[in-house]
């Protein structure tokens, strides 16, 4: 099995010491995120590129960008982790993924059987996060190839579903969703034109020229704008964190989600293939399918251990599966993996189809960590979860200006300049406003990042056909990419106009 | 009272829209060769841009939900940001380790009062501890003490 070949090779990148050692410090890190009041998974990643700049600046390139994106997937499913340790002990979701856990995880906590809880959502992201990662490595390969396959034009129109995919999920009105779309594409086109060489939109002012970093909106939107928000709701995490008392299940809790988690993990995976469903997302339809599936129905919602388990499995199987268009297309389906790629092409690595040729290295030494860094995960988690637990209580006081000063100090390691730092607080500002009235956030993120390669293929494919914009229609994959990308823009809304509620992925 | 900001966020976006469409038929480029440059995208999005927010100006002038009313911290907000636009103004010229302790310090007292020697102390941490682990080990340039 060429598969296997190719997975022990990426054993062999991710067991050398240092990837190890990076591995374990992102997956600790993202639990410590997941469990914060205050920064989620996106903003965690995020804030944990420049640390993970610094850390690898001396070693050759290839070499960095592995352990960087090692450490950062790691904080990115140790996040999705954590966030379930709050929404048990405290009922405070530490992200949006959490929020169907803490239906039955605060109930069983409040039975004092919290370490039940704990250790069966550890369980179930276990178990999700190997089973998203053995689909990943049977199918990333060949999707890839097949990808290969894409013109320019299949290229350009698989961009423009991806952006149509995660806009149209992306909020409570539409036509404010697709409005962040393109601000966020007219911003990827700030500073000198690859091609031609013209600067545009830098209103001659020098900082411009190299374009917008994405490193500074991002860690200006996210972890800002979050931290806004919080000082300006006064929304602290209050109260006491519940006893953890035994983590060890028995058997009949062992029995009863077993199916939950199996379920959970495979319908997550499969959801977090298709961009825009995040781990939010599936984690509600995982809840909601176990609650119909169950024959004590109800039990959901007073502590029922399979409402822990199904949606803590789901939202990690999506995590992962939400890894594979990131890889094999260069589709981020999700908010969090758009940082992911962002953070990659920072590292001159370009996601998708060329990756599993041109680096395989990086694709298959990440693919391999995700296996080690759930096991770590694993034995990591059940032993610290009283740790954890303490952090819950971090006082804000000291968490909040924390991390602006993080915040700040990433962005002046890694762009070094004071300008940086103003946009940076500006998009801060900004963010807030937009997200506090429904104005996504995650697709202006994801234009900036697919903005100049959806720009540069359109340029190659009318190159290409002499200025025929017919081509995109006549092309047989680019059409089908197009007619998906409009159904999903008009599906949702033609539900909506039904009177069906449309859930949506916040965050 | 009628949420206002969907009306002001269509407006100005809508106007940066204008001020890109007008921006980008200024380039001057010879586009010999190829048949789309520099320009035609931008314009395009920015035309879409117009669209959408004049679509989103009509929703918000018909529809007649209220405003959210929420009871907002401004005053700790604007202390914090206020400490933040110094921050970035102050870090070159005092160096890292001054301001980060500043803006660490005024930050956790604005949050909350009290605990002074605490407050420095862990500001203090932070902020030499950031670098001397950025810039002694990882080799990394945090700009140095005034002195």
Redesign the interface.
């Known amino acids: 099995m060429e598969a296997f070949q190719y997975l022990a090779q990426g054993l062999g990148v991710a067991l050398e010491p240092l990837n190890l050692l990076f591995a374990f410090f992102g997956c600790l890190a993202g639990t410590l995120v997941g469990v914060l009041p205050g920064i989620g998974p996106i903003s965690g990643v995020a804030l944990l590129i420049p640390v993970a700049a610094?850390?690898t600046?001396?070693l050759p390139v290839e070499q960095a960008a592995t352990a960087s994106i090692i450490l950062l997937a790691g904080v990115y499913y140790g996040a999705m982790y954590g966030g379930s340790t709050t929404a048990i002990l405290i009922n405070t979701p530490g992200e949006n993924s959490s929020v169907c856990t803490t239906l039955d995880g605060y109930q069983m906590a409040k039975q004092g059987r919290a370490g039940v809880a704990l250790a069966i959502c550890a369980i179930g992201s276990f178990v999700a996060g190997i089973i998203s990662c053995i689909g990943l490595v049977f199918l990333a390969v060949p999707l890839a190839e097949f990808a290969l396959k894409f013109g320019p034009a299949g290229q350009f129109s698989l961009m423009i579903l991806g952006l149509c995919a995660l806009s149209s999920l992306a909020g409570k009105?539409i036509?404010?969703a697709?409005?962040m779309t393109?601000?966020g594409?007219?911003l990827s086109?700030v500073g000198v034109?690859p091609?031609?060489g013209?600067a545009?939109?830098t209103f001659n002012y020098s900082e411009l020229y190299s374009g917008l970093e994405f490193l500074t909106l991002a860690v200006g939107m996210f972890a800002l704008g979050e931290v806004?928000k919080t000082?300006?709701?006064?929304d602290y995490v209050e109260g006491e964190a519940i006893k953890v008392g035994s983590i060890i299940p028995t058997k009949k809790d062992l029995k009863d989600s077993a199916m939950p988690i199996l379920r959970g993990s495979l319908l997550g995976f499969f959801q977090g293939l298709i961009p825009g469903c995040g781990a939010t997302l599936s984690s509600f339809m995982v809840y909601t399918f176990e609650k119909k599936l169950s024959k004590n129905k109800e039990n959901f919602g007073k502590g029922a251990i399979e409402g822990v388990a199904a949606p803590e499995a789901g939202n990690n199987g999506a995590s992962g599966g939400a890894m594979i268009p990131l890889l094999t297309l260069g589709i981020p389906g999700t908010g969090t993996t758009a940082v992911l790629m962002g953070a990659l092409i920072m590292f001159n690595i370009t996601p998708g189809p060329l990756l599993f040729q041109d680096h395989p290295q990086v694709a298959w030494g990440l693919i391999a960590s995700m296996l080690v860094g759930n096991f770590m995960l694993l034995v990591l988690n059940l032993p610290l979860v009283k740790v954890f637990a303490k952090v819950i209580e971090t006082?804000?006081?000291?968490l909040?200006?924390?991390i602006?000063?993080i915040s700040?100090?990433g962005v002046?390691?890694v762009q070094?300049s004071?300008f940086n730092?103003?946009l940076m607080?500006g998009s801060g500002?900004a963010a807030y406003?937009?997200a506090?009235?429904d104005?996504p956030i995650a697709p202006i993120v994801l234009s900036l990042i697919l903005g100049p390669m959806?720009?540069n293929n359109?340029?190659r494919a009318?190159?290409l056909y002499?200025?025929d914009y017919t081509m995109f229609v006549k092309d047989p994959i680019s059409l089908i990419f197009l007619i998906i990308a409009l159904l999903w823009v008009a599906v949702p809304q033609i539900m909506k106009l039904r009177g069906k509620k449309v859930l949506v992925e916040e965050g | 009272m009628v949420?206002t900001?969907?009306r002001y966020?269509s407006v100005v976006?809508a106007a940066?829209g204008i001020a890109?469409f007008m921006?980008?038929q200024n380039?001057e480029?010879a586009?010999a060769?190829?048949?789309?440059?520099?320009k035609e995208?931008?314009a395009f999005?920015?035309v879409?841009?117009i669209i959408?927010?004049l679509?989103?100006l009509y929703?918000a002038i018909k529809s007649k939900k209220p405003a959210k009313q929420?009871?907002?911290?401004?005053k700790?907000?604007f202390i914090?940001?206020v400490a933040?636009?110094l921050?970035?103004?102050l870090?070159?010229p005092l160096g890292?380790v001054i301001s980060?302790f500043l803006?660490?310090l005024v930050?956790?007292q604005?949050?909350?009062k009290g605990e002074y020697l605490k407050?420095a102390l862990?500001a203090a941490a932070?902020a030499g501890g950031?670098y001397y682990l950025?810039v002694e080990i990882?080799?990394?340039?945090?700009p140095p003490l005034p002195f």
């Open positions: 610094m850390a600046s001396s009105s036509i404010k697709f409005m393109t601000f594409l007219m086109m034109d091609i031609s013209v545009r939109m806004f000082i300006l709701t006064n006082p804000p006081k000291y909040i200006p924390g602006v000063a700040v100090f002046y390691a070094g004071v730092l103003f607080i500002i406003y937009l506090k009235n104005y959806i720009e359109l340029r009318m190159n002499n200025g | 949420n900001f969907d966020a976006f940066i890109v921006y980008i380039i480029i586009t060769g190829s048949t789309i440059g520099p995208l931008p999005l920015s879409v841009l959408l927010s679509a989103n929703t929420e009871k907002l911290e401004y700790k907000f914090i940001f933040l636009v921050y970035a103004i870090i070159e890292y980060t803006f660490l930050g956790f604005t949050m909350e407050s862990i932070f950031i950025y990882a080799l990394g340039v945090l």
